[in-house]
């Protein structure tokens, strides 16, 4: 018996078989190469058990050819598997419960499920529907074939449909429902289609980061979308040197246009131009325009394109784009004058009367689209959701954006505006019906024709009238109204689509560049198969091109197929396809219907009615041609995808397309030149041989016919066609097949009618067909291995070789071997295999499942068992155990009562015996106290008997020893009294005697060299001094000489001028010049005691307000005190006050400084009155003491003073604002400074009082003449009065009171022997420092005296009478002198010549003063040393104290404690104690250390220097030496500020700029300090600062960052230098900022840093720009670090396995097994996650060793983080093979090893963990139950960080690996739809993988010292001079 026909089993090809009408193909049949096979087997997908092998042959789907002529023996197997056939050699079984699908009127497929077993013979097949329908399905070898199988749940939803291990239609129409409605996926793969159905609704999948996800990624990595066909063709275009086309096709409303638009803006942001010409943005622009002029609303699609377009986007070399091309093809001009009911024009008229209230549009004089004939044909106007004035200003920015110039914009605007009132020109007919006229007030034609610039009469005469040539003469003939009416629409759709060509013409214009074109790919946008009730000349064109297409479409399919089998070696034999080739002959070709059309145009009275005729006649026997029974003007053609019958009207005048000759000219004529250029011909000119038909006629001959020939529509369109077939032919093809779910635009609504009826004519069940007829299912052998290992043994997975080990699996499970093919890299399988092995995978882990709850189930009961086990034992033992306890205290009760009553008998007994003891001791006790008590009064009233004697005795005795010695000491005075007057007169007559002169001044001698030897052995340790002493005595030795030797010479002139009359006349006028000047020096001291009293008083007013300032010191000091208390205690709770406090000290330390200049102010002040006081010559102080400080050159006492405020002010600074805020005993030193001042002051005003009054009372005074005897004691008492009174006393009080206060401080610690002794000491030593001063001073005044009183003997000898009124004026000068101190003396040396005559005296006096200096200053030395003693012994009187008062408090404390208490009390002071001890031996080490190091420092100093020299030769004679450090750059430290500095020329900053930056390496300075350039640059920065030289500062900062700029343009992907620069650029900023003098970045300084501060220029605006290269060097740097780790993310996170065998692997289509891998090389590389890590590691590696601030480094973490989680993310929700449990938990492990490595470098704290949060929800999302409401509230609660669509778009995506596993129902994902529906997330689906987040690059303050840094020697910096 043969095999039951095609017709009996109707295969999923193409055509008629669909509805199950046989074929009629006949001879159409051809040959085609695939592989070869016998049948399919068939496996219940939900048996119970599968069926073994031998019966599997049973449920062979028998298969007939597409032939009717072809034998059966040569039958392949290209049928879809059926539940079975009839045949006499076919014994078909088929078991209950197999799934299959039935046809159904409604929904053309439905599942049902076989309810009883099916036999051979059995015409009924017992069905139950899922609704539970039951359903007999009537089977027949004729009628009704056996119903196709279900595919396994677990393959339902794939990417791919030829993954499907069932290929037929319904699976296939399943397939896409679900994935469509259930997971809302609009894309799926067909093998090499790409089937988009449109899902009317605006989706978030075409973003940017959607292009970038897809960027890169094999076509079969990601799931089905546009932008992975775009990647595809670019891959292939740049990797196979091929141009490549994009084919979208489909049927009006599908999507065509919005597909090819996602297209071409996949490529324009891939492909962008490398250059700032913007030509990607050029292309997208074409788009708004293209739309405008060609797209129109149809009752099928708010946005049909019209037209058909071939975009070829043009690629360099580098494949940037450098432009584009566009083809159109068949604009549908008839649309500009006609539309249907509910349709639109084309958008462009819409958008201009919709913008017509615009200024620029006034004059195109449009109103409301509802006015004009040609927008209001179809009745709406309007689009819901459209607003055509914003789509306009859309199209006009894209005409600017292409080059369009407003000008040229303006004129387009103006041919569309009379285009419309072309329109609505009235054509009245006349009476006679044969001719019509316009109203002569037709405004409509009046604009037409201005807007034009053509002449009006001209144009109103041509529309109503036409001209007819013949032989002889030319007729102008009247046209009837409807004539005239059809002329009139001719014209407007001529201009329209000269108009549409023109634009596309500039379009490409503008798109064209001058760069040589390397490949294109096209984008080709055109109707797909189109039948309605009436079709026409354009649904003919149309159904013509995609019979071409689908014939290059089947071509390529087959080559695919014979390209893959060969690669792999399957060998392979031809089978039976379709040909669409007769079908195009019978259109194309020689007499087709295009040729005969042609042919009737020609004619001139041709008629459609002829031309149909003519077909019928010469196609009657074509197969694919048809004559309705019903009708003679149309026509059936039997297309590839339907019947489609044409209406034979309309066919001649559409494919002429005529225009009358002189309408067209008087266009031509237009005033304005692009109307003009629209109707000029480009081939005018052309050759006789190219063309027979003349374009346009020059004269009307008599063979030219009156209307203009050219090339018919269709001729046109068959060229065009042939050239994009050629162009498609020339390209690797890539095809996108547009799905419309339904006719009511409804989102996410699928009707199976119309989707069937489309997929059938789009070609994508052809392709299934030809992919089930051989082997459809591919798997390579890893793919296989890793899904189907459960099947195999354990020694068959250790072997090596996985291909054998495929191998032998397979024959063992699938004894047929026809059934698959081994080839090189895969296998391949027949249709339902796959199904098969999962049948057989899924048995096998079902039995494991079973294995496993056995065995849990039986380690349950044992456990169980083992609990109750335990249970009793325990039970039984504390049963036991309650026994005993009870016994034993029955036990313990008895041996209790009897301790009881024993110890109560003891008590009571004991109790007798103490009350009777109590008693007697009582007794006893009184008595004696008695007893005792009087004993005691008796000797009390003896005791105070004696003491009343004692008193009384003693007292007597003291009253006579009063008397006695009260006259003894009258008798002693009254002797004393008597001789101290004797001994009184005979000193003053020995006094008078010159013998006693010599006596003294012997004695006097020998008293300087006692002195002078008491001297010398006092300043042994002092050599340095005495030596220095010596010089100066010997140098004014000699001095003294000189002067005596001019002593003489003047002495000389005087005697011989003695002899002179006129001496006593000059001298008198002489001792009236000198009282005229003390006159003079009286008003000038009182000028100045005016100015000094004013001064004064401005001082005592500044005194006040110091003190008042100090009292607003010490209440903001108290104050701040109580802050900072206040603030330490609220520390943790207000984090934020932390600035106020700083900003509060800040300004206390802005006080303390201004207090601080406010009392040096005053210091100065005082200095400055005393200069002013003692600036005359002959006003000085009284005292001595003062004299001879005045030329001294040590520092008197209130120098030191002043020493000591600076001193304070200077321990401020050093100690810092907070610790000297809390020293109140700084505070209190600066206090008692003030009152010193204020004491200072008041002793000077004192002494300026004294010094007043006795000039007031010495100069007035007359000199009278007294004895000489008088004189001297004048003088001496002077004297005496003036040195001891003044001088002598006020130190003697001083010290008075010093000893006093010192005895006071000794008297109140009499226990420190210590300090008794030390004050002992110093008594002593003041002491006798003391008299010792008080001797010289005696001496001092007694050889004054004796000074003056020998000079007037002298003088009284030689002169006796004349010279006494000159010997008394020297006597009052030396008085006068001596009173002032004779500091003018070394002056005037002429003023000794008055003392006698050799100068012995004036020498003598000279060096005694000399010695009395010197001792002088002596003792203010050692006063000064006793006094900083005296205070140190007070500070340690005071510590001493405080020790004693802790130590009494801890003794009293003690003595409060118990005596465990009190040894831990002192225990712990013990440590306390110790540990002080231990911290002051550790500061003591560290100061040794300290300068241990500085020492070694200073000694490295010198040795580097020594090395250096060797280095530097070293290197110059080995350049390739390793570099290492070997010289240290130490700024050399000058003076002040000036230290931490490099100094260089002008001339070597390029040569600085160069080897620091341009050609330094990271390698090259990382054995030195992190970010040496930057410090070196700075060094340099702060040198040209110092000189003050802004060009310099200016110049380097400029080329410094230039240069960076440039060496990270070099190494923009380089992450080392870009991190090396970073580092070096943020410190060079934080450098800027720590040295730049603000107050905000010198806080953390060290005061030696703060010396080194900028002092000149404020960098602030280039530290600003540092800030901003910062922040761009950190964007490349992320830019580097993302480019390196972005081939790693995915395989590293999603594919790898972390955890193995735990991942497995899915039947995969053919997309992952396509083209789009690329062959030639070893396959994709694979990264696992501690390669990722690893990858971390090494950048945080770099960034640490380059000294990157931490936080930063933190950043760039989080940053690589986040791109880390955006990838994987977005992957996850573009991947369903990833969204599975198995990834789920590899991506939970794989995220916490990340976790562990933030943790590991320390790097958890920088917020780089939170931003795996996404990822991480979406792993457990992945592992979490996804069943009840429970479960949906807990998941909305979980993923907090995802977003509503990112949610759902996971459960959509959620795969089972195994058919265990379930599915998320969509009801669920409804639940988590509502519970999610008030979050307010970003509309976008996937994360933002370019998202940065804000760098902030926190102050970061060095502490490494710039003097003490070092510069390796190989950097070669010897230029650089250190300053």
């Not at 998202?1891 to 970061?1900: G, M, N, S």
């Amino acid at each position: 018996m043969s095999l039951p026909s095609r017709a009996a089993f109707p295969l999923l090809t193409a055509g008629p078989d669909f509805v199950g009408k046989p074929s009629s193909r006949g001879p159409a049949c051809k040959k085609a190469t695939t592989v070869t096979g016998k049948s399919l087997t068939y496996i219940s997908g939900q048996g119970p058990s599968p069926l073994p092998i031998r019966d599997v042959r049973r449920f062979v789907t028998a298969v007939t050819t597409s032939c009717s002529d072809v034998p059966p023996a040569s039958s392949a197997p290209d049928s879809p598997p059926r539940v079975g056939c009839t045949g006499p050699s076919v014994n078909v079984h088929t078991p209950a419960f197999t799934r299959v699908w039935i046809p159904d009127p409604d929904e053309v497929w439905r599942a049902a499920e076989i309810t009883k077993d099916f036999r051979e013979g059995d015409a009924v097949l017992h069905l139950q529907l899922e609704d539970g329908t039951p359903l007999e399905f009537q089977v027949g070898p004729k009628t009704n074939p056996l119903p196709f199988l279900r595919n396994p749940d677990i393959l339902v939803g794939e990417n791919d449909l030829t993954a499907l291990s069932y290929l037929h239609e319904p699976a296939v129409l399943h397939n896409l429902k679900v994935r469509f409605l259930e997971s809302n996926h609009i894309y799926t793969y067909c093998g090499i289609v790409l089937v988009a159905i449109n899902p009317y609704e605006q989706l978030q999948i075409y973003g940017e980061e959607v292009i970038n996800a897809y960027s890169g990624q094999n076509m079969g990595d990601m799931d089905p979308h546009i932008f992975a066909v775009a990647e595809e063709a670019y891959k292939q275009m740049a990797r196979d040197e091929r141009n490549q086309s994009i084919i979208v096709s489909g049927e009006s409303g599908a999507g065509k246009t919005v597909s090819a638009k996602y297209t071409m803006r996949f490529f324009a942001t891939v492909g962008g131009s490398a250059n700032d010409t913007s030509v990607e943005e050029k292309v997208l622009a074409s788009s708004p325009i293209m739309e405008a002029i060609g797209n129109a609303k149809t009752t099928r699609n708010d946005n049909s394109s019209r037209f058909g377009k071939y975009i070829q986007i043009c690629f360099s070399r580098h494949y940037h784009i450098i432009g584009a091309n566009m083809r159109t093809y068949l604009l549908e001009k008839s649309r500009v004058v006609f539309q249907a009911e509910d349709e639109r024009n084309y958008h462009i008229f819409y958008q201009l009367c919709a913008s017509a209230t615009l200024p620029e549009f006034k004059e195109l004089n449009l109103t409301s689209a509802e006015d004009f004939s040609y927008t209001s044909l179809g009745e709406n106007i309007f689009i819901e959701g459209v607003n055509d004035a914003e789509d306009f200003r859309r199209t006009r920015e894209a005409f600017t954006l292409l080059g369009i110039k407003d000008s040229s914009q303006s004129n387009i605007f103006k041919i569309m505006a009379s285009i419309l009132h072309l329109g609505n020109v009235e054509i009245c007919s006349e009476r006679d019906g044969e001719s019509c006229h316009i109203p002569r007030d037709d405004f409509h034609l009046q604009h037409f024709c201005r807007l034009l610039g053509v002449e009006l009469p001209q144009m109103e005469h041509w529309l109503c009238h036409r001209k007819l040539a013949t032989s002889s003469e030319t007729y102008v003939k009247n046209m009837s109204a409807k004539q005239a009416a059809n002329a009139r629409d001719a014209l407007a759709k001529h201009i329209y689509a000269r108009l549409f060509d023109w634009i596309v013409e500039h379009i490409n214009k503008a798109l064209q560049t001058a760069s040589k074109q390397h490949s294109f790919i096209g984008v080709l946008d055109i109707y797909g198969f189109e039948t309605f009730e009436v079709n026409s000349f354009e649904q003919f064109c149309i159904n013509y091109a995609n019979e071409k297409l689908q014939q290059q479409f089947n071509s390529h399919v087959f080559k695919l197929e014979q390209e893959e089998y060969m690669k792999e070696q399957i060998p392979w034999t031809l089978i039976d396809f379709y040909d669409n080739q007769p079908c195009i002959d019978l259109i194309e070709a020689r007499l087709g219907v295009l040729d005969l059309l042609d042919e009737e145009c020609k004619v001139p009275k041709g008629t459609d009615q002829n031309w149909a005729q003519k077909l019928y006649k010469q196609n009657s026997n074509s197969a694919h041609f048809q004559k309705p029974r019903m009708s003679n003007t149309s026509f059936i053609i039997i297309h590839f995808a339907d019947k489609v019958e044409y209406q034979c009207d309309g066919f001649l005048e559409k494919n002429r397309d005529t225009v009358y000759e002189e309408q067209i000219n008087i266009l031509k004529a237009s005033q304005f030149q692009l109307v003009a250029d629209l109707f000029h011909e480009k081939d005018d000119i052309s050759s006789s041989k190219s063309s027979r038909v003349n374009i346009r006629p020059l004269k009307a001959v008599p063979k030219v016919p009156n209307k203009e020939h050219r090339k018919t529509v269709g001729h046109q369109f068959r060229s065009s066609l042939h050239l994009l077939m050629d162009t498609l032919n020339a390209t690797t093809p890539h095809y996108v097949r547009c799905i419309k779910p339904n006719d009511h635009k409804e989102a996410f609504s699928f009707d199976s009618r119309r989707a069937v009826q489309q997929l059938r004519a789009c070609g994508v069940l052809e392709t299934i067909r030809i992919s089930a007829a051989g082997y459809p299912s591919r798997w390579t052998y890893s793919d296989f291995f890793n899904r189907y290992r459960v099947l195999m043994k354990k020694s068959d997975m250790m072997a090596a070789d996985k291909k054998l080990v495929c191998k032998n699996l397979l024959e063992t499970l699938i004894k047929e071997p026809d059934m698959f093919q081994f080839g090189k890299t895969k296998i391949f399988f027949r249709a339902g295999q796959v199904a098969y092995l999962e049948k057989l995978r899924a048995d096998k882990f079902r039995s494991a499942c079973i294995k496993i709850q056995k065995t849990v189930r039986g380690w349950l009961q044992r456990i169980r068992y083992r609990k109750i086990r335990k249970s009793a034992i325990i039970l039984q033992r504390y049963g036991r155990g309650h026994l005993a306890r009870r016994y034993a205290e029955f036990l313990r009760r008895n041996r209790a009562a009897l301790i009881c009553q024993k110890r109560f008998r003891m008590v009571r007994e004991r109790r007798a015996y103490l009350r009777v003891r109590r008693a007697a001791v009582t007794i006893q006790a009184f008595t004696r106290g008695m007893f005792t008590r009087r004993i005691y009064w008796e000797f009390l009233l003896h005791h105070k008997a004696l003491i009343i004697q004692k008193n009384v005795r003693g007292w007597l005795v003291r009253r006579r020893f009063r008397r006695a010695r009260d006259a003894a000491i009258i008798i002693q005075c009254a002797f004393r009294r008597l001789r101290a007057k004797k001994q009184l007169k005979q000193l003053k007559i020995e006094a008078r005697s010159a013998e006693h002169l010599k006596k003294l001044n012997t004695g006097m001698e020998n008293k300087i060299v006692q002195l002078q030897r008491k001297m010398d052995e006092q300043s042994k340790e002092l050599k340095a001094q005495n030596e220095h002493l010596q010089t100066t005595n010997s140098s004014l030795g000699s001095e003294v000489s000189r002067l005596q030797k001019e002593l003489d010479q003047v002495l000389e002139q005087v005697r011989g001028q003695q002899s002179d009359g006129g001496r006593l006349a000059s001298l008198q006028e002489e001792l009236d010049s000198l009282r005229e000047e003390l006159q003079e020096a009286h008003v000038q001291r009182k000028k100045l005691e005016e100015e000094h009293s004013s001064e004064k008083l401005e001082l005592t007013q500044r005194v006040k307000e110091l003190e008042k300032e100090n009292l607003l010191l010490k209440n903001e000091k108290e104050e701040m005190n109580r802050r900072i208390l206040q603030q330490s205690q609220r520390s943790q709770e207000e984090v934020s006050s932390v600035s106020e406090l700083d900003q509060e000290r800040q300004r206390y330390q802005n006080l303390l400084k201004e207090f601080s200049r406010l009392e040096q102010r005053y210091d100065n002040l005082k200095e400055e009155v005393s200069l002013s006081k003692f600036q005359p010559g002959h006003q000085r102080n009284p005292s001595l003491q003062s004299s001879l400080e005045s030329d001294s050159n040590y520092p008197s006492i209130s120098t030191s003073e002043v020493g000591d405020t600076e001193d304070s002010i200077q321990q401020v600074e050093e100690m810092g604002m907070e610790k000297a805020a809390m020293d109140l005993g700084l505070f209190m030193k600066l206090q008692k400074r003030v009152r010193e001042l204020e004491q200072e002051r008041k002793r000077l005003q004192v002494n300026l009082d004294k010094m007043e009054e006795l000039t007031k009372r010495k100069g007035p005074e007359p000199r009278s003449p007294t004895s000489d005897q008088e004189t001297a004691d004048l003088t001496y008492n002077n004297l005496k009065r003036q040195e001891l009174e003044s001088e002598n006393q006020k130190l003697k009080k001083e010290l008075l009171e010093l000893r006093r206060n010192v005895a006071e401080r000794a008297s109140e610690n009499d226990s420190s022997n210590e300090v008794q002794d030390g004050y002992n000491l110093l008594l002593s030593q003041l002491r006798s420092a003391n008299e010792e001063l008080d001797a010289r001073k005696e001496e001092v005044l007694i050889l004054r005296t004796q000074i003056v009183s020998n000079a007037q003997l002298q003088e009284r000898k030689e002169d006796a009478e004349p010279e006494r009124d000159a010997e008394e004026l020297l006597d009052q000068e030396e008085a006068l002198q001596a009173y002032h101190g004779l500091c003018e003396s070394k002056k005037n040396p002429q003023d000794w010549w008055y003392l006698n005559e050799d100068g012995e005296l004036g020498l003598a006096y000279q060096g005694l003063k000399q010695v009395a200096r010197l001792l002088e200053a002596q003792l203010q030395t050692q006063s000064r040393q006793h006094r900083d003693e005296l205070e140190a012994l007070h500070t340690q009187i005071e510590l001493l104290k405080d020790h004693i008062e802790k130590k009494q408090e801890m003794m009293n404390h003690m003595a409060s404690l118990s005596p465990e208490a009190r040894v831990e009390y002192s225990v712990q002071q013990e440590i306390t104690r110790l540990t002080n001890d231990n911290l002051d031996l550790k500061e003591l080490v560290e100061k040794l250390e300290k300068n241990e190091r500085k020492l070694k420092k200073q000694l490295k100093i010198y040795m580097k220097k020594v090395q250096e020299l060797e280095a530097s030769q070293a290197a110059a004679q080995n350049l390739s030496s390793k570099p290492e450090l070997s010289r240290q750059v130490t700024v050399q430290r000058k003076e002040k500020d000036f230290e931490g500095m490099l100094e260089y020329c002008k001339e070597d900053e390029a040569r600085l700029i160069k080897t620091l930056i341009t050609d330094v390496r990271p390698g090259l300075v990382s054995a030195t300090v992190p970010c040496l350039p930057a410090y070196i640059l700075f060094m340099c920065i702060r040198h040209a600062d110092y000189i003050n030289n802004d060009q310099k500062v200016e110049s380097l900062l400029t080329a410094t960052i230039n240069a960076i700029k440039k060496v990270l343009k070099k190494n923009n992907d380089d992450f080392e230098m870009t991190s090396f620069w970073l580092a070096n650029t943020s410190r060079l900023l934080h450098c800027l900022k720590q040295y730049s003098g603000d107050e905000a970045f010198m806080s953390q300084n060290t005061p030696k840093q703060n010396e080194h501060c900028l002092k000149n220029f404020d960098l602030a605006e280039y530290r600003q720009v540092l800030s901003d290269l910062s922040i761009q060097i950190y964007q490349q740097l992320i830019r580097v670090a993302e480019g390196i780790i972005q081939p790693m993310i995915v395989s590293a996170m999603l594919e790898s396995e972390s955890i193995p065998s735990l991942a497995g692997v899915k039947p995969m289509g053919y997309r992952n097994r396509s083209s789009s891998m690329d062959t030639d090389a070893d396959g994709p590389t694979t990264y696992t996650l501690q390669g990722l890590i690893r990858q971390l590691g090494q950048f945080h590696a770099i960034m640490r060793d380059h000294g990157l601030d931490p936080e930063v480094v933190g950043q760039v973490v989080r940053q690589l983080f986040h791109c880390i989680n955006a990838i994987t993310l977005n992957n996850l929700l573009l991947r369903k093979d990833v969204c599975s449990w198995s990834t789920g938990m590899q991506l939970r492990y794989n995220t916490s090893q990340m976790e562990e490595w933030l943790r590991g470098n320390n790097l958890f704290q920088s917020k780089a963990a939170a931003t795996l949060e996404p990822i991480i929800q979406a792993a457990q999302l992945l592992q979490v139950k996804k069943k009840t409401s429970q479960d949906a509230e807990a998941i909305c609660s979980l993923c907090s960080a995802l977003t509503t669509q990112q949610i759902v778009k996971i459960l959509n995506l959620y795969t089972p690996l195994n058919e265990f596993e379930e599915r998320v129902t969509v009801s669920f994902i409804r639940n988590i739809q509502n519970r999610l529906q008030d979050r307010n997330d970003p509309p976008q689906l996937l994360v933002d993988t370019k998202q940065t987040f804000p760098v902030l690059f926190p102050y970061a303050p060095s502490s490494l010292s710039l003097e003490m840094l070092h510069i390796p020697a190989s950097l070669g910096l010897d230029f650089l001079v250190r300053v």
